[in-house]
């Protein structure tokens, strides 16, 4: 920290360093990790590998795109054609995984008394 900013974090109020704060918690919020397209893939249920594999002319070019606009923007351009190449390359999930806490568990029901008559 340099001479600078001690002499102006000095001179601030107690209030401007509350939004000085407030300010760089935003601005972690809104900074964040950008996402790559093979984990976008995946989040569209998409096998990247069988994608790459089958169709490589059209992955190099959604891959150049999605480096250069958001991973909304990228979807709104490939809407509808997101959901063929979905179809086509499927990704496979773990089904082991969910079938062991998927087991139906019988039921309890309470047994119901008469009330006793006073």
Known sequence: MSIQSVNLLLF?????LAYLRLAQSACQIWVRTPMTFEEY???KKINNEMFKTGEPML???????FEQVSPNSFTGQKLYLINAIRRKYQLKEA??????STEVKPTVKPVLRPKPKM
């Open 12 to 16: 601030m109020s107690f209030r401007d």
């Open 41 to 43: 893939l995946i989040s």
């Open 95 to 100: 089904v082991s995984a969910t079938s062991a």
């Open 59 to 65: 992955w190099q070019e959604w891959y150049n795109l």
